[in-house]
């Protein structure tokens, strides 16, 4: 497809769990963006990603979050011992370059944590 | 701290009316101010950007104009119908975010346009 695709759509786990969520940039997007939306608020930006460069962490809200990308390819968020706090829509944003090109979104993965 | 706020919260107007979302922003330090549409369960789709030197863009139905100055923006939206319900986020790029898209959004307004 010729959009950014996120993975899984939907997650639903429980307190204390890992979860891991995907996201498959526009082919040839040099700039990754992660996004957390919180139920009724605007966008918080988490982490920003810019070809080889060292990633821009300063959005991430605790060390139980991290995440990664492979070359300029396929992210992956990761949140380790979720709490209800964490549950929102993760949404996953790529752009040609970071020089303020507009971004293009993923659907997003709706987390729930019980 | 930039910090972007959207009035009202939610809408809701018959179709035909013409209406006006407002957005505000504390720091006129910025790139370019952008709003997007966001349906129930999707991404966000951008539908206009105005860069900090520019006084309006139009798209359509749609306009939506600057005021640097005073951190003001509106989105203008001719003749709704109900394909227009859905939220409408506003975002700033701070001039000092490191050079990039680091966009920092407003809370939304919900939209309902019902025939």
């Known amino acids: 497809g010729a959009g950014v695709s996120q993975s899984p759509s939907n997650k639903v786990t429980e307190k204390g769990k890992d979860v891991e969520l995907r996201c498959d940039p526009i082919?040839?997007?040099?700039?990754l963006y992660w996004y957390r939306q919180r139920l009724g608020q605007g966008l918080e930006f988490l982490i920003y990603?810019?070809?080889?460069?060292?990633?821009?962490k300063s959005g991430l809200p605790s060390d139980r979050f991290s995440a990664e990308r492979t070359g300029e390819s396929v992210s992956t968020l990761t949140i380790q011992r979720t709490q209800q706090e964490d549950s929102a829509v993760y949404l996953c944003?790529?752009?040609?370059?970071?020089?303020?090109?507009?971004?293009?979104f993923g659907d997003g993965t709706r987390l729930s944590i019980l | 701290k930039q910090e972007v706020t959207q009035i009202p919260a939610a809408l809701s107007v018959p179709e035909g009316e013409n209406l006006v979302l407002n957005c505000s922003f504390t720091?006129?330090?910025?790139?370019?101010l952008q709003w997007f549409r966001q349906d129930p369960g999707k991404g966000l789709t951008s539908l206009l950007l105005?860069?900090?030197?520019?006084r309006e863009q139009t798209s359509g139905r749609l306009n939506a104009s600057l005021d640097k100055s005073s951190g003001r923006s509106t989105l203008y939206i001719a003749a709704s119908q109900p394909g227009d319900s859905a939220t409408y986020l506003c975002a700033v790029t701070p001039m000092f975010s490191g050079g990039y898209n680091k966009l920092i959004f407003g809370a939304g307004t919900r939209l309902a346009v019902h025939p």
């Open positions: 082919s040839g997007h040099t700039a």
């Open positions: 105005i860069q900090s030197s520019q």
């Open positions: 990603f810019q070809g080889n460069s060292a990633p821009d």
């Open positions: 720091d006129s330090a910025i790139y370019n």
């Open positions: 944003a790529s752009s040609w370059d970071g020089k303020r090109q507009p971004q293009h």
